[in-house]
């Protein structure tokens, strides 16, 4: 069974410029979330998705991020614009439903200069 | 307002001994916990979970022990093998939440 993918692995970027992350989760999985990992953090949940619609969004930062995921599948993760702060490690994981084993991605690790 | 503490950065054991993660929550509305590990350029794998209607879940070599009176849950595992060295992180989620909480990870070193 193939595991959740993410593209790209590494990001480099400046300040104030935007970037995108893809999440193609386990088939099946209807609950796909996303997290950011700052250096020496934990996770942290950025918005979690129920099919395509979002169940919570309470972390995100709605000026600068946005997500979505089409067709209750596949989702993309978008900074615009970035900041130093964003600078981190984003991980996508995905579960057959609510409190289900969430499965990860490598992640994509940003770094913005 | 770290929910979950996980307050050793780091551990080192021995191959073969026993190795002991710690890990407290300050709400007790917390109802299922969740140990999972990293490696490096990886993704977290989840490694086992413990219900708060229980104080003990084992898998393997794996043990989780929960005592909720002092908001305090540990992963011990035995024997200890260099393949487990990796960043182990708690987990919980609150009764009615479906967010799950991390703490900062513990990073385990198992010399051979």
Sequence with gaps: EAGVAQSPRYKIIEKRQSVAFWCNPISGHATLYWYQQILGQGPKLLIQFQNNGVVDDSQLPKDRFSAERLKGVDSTLKIQPAKLEDSAVYLCASSLGHRETQYFGPGTRLLVL | ?112
Excluded at chain 2, 19 to 25: F, G, P, R, T, W
Excluded at chain 2, 73 to 93: E, N, T
């Design chain 2, 1 to 112: 307002d770290q929910q979950v503490k996980q307050n050793s950065p780091s551990l080192s054991v021995q191959e073969g001994r026993i190795s002991i993660l710690n890990c407290d929550y300050t709400n007790s509305m917390f109802d299922y916990f969740l140990w999972y590990k990293k490696y490096p350029a990886e993704g977290p794998t989840f490694l086992i979970s413990i219900s708060s209607i229980k104080d003990k879940n084992e898998d393997g070599r794996f043990t989780v022990f929960l005592n909720k009176s002092a908001k305090h849950l540990s992963l011990h595992i035995v024997p200890s093998q260099p393949g487990d060295s990796a960043v182990y992180f708690c987990a919980a989620y609150k009764g009615g939440s479906e967010k799950l909480v991390f703490g900062k990870g513990t990073k385990l070193t198992v010399n051979p």
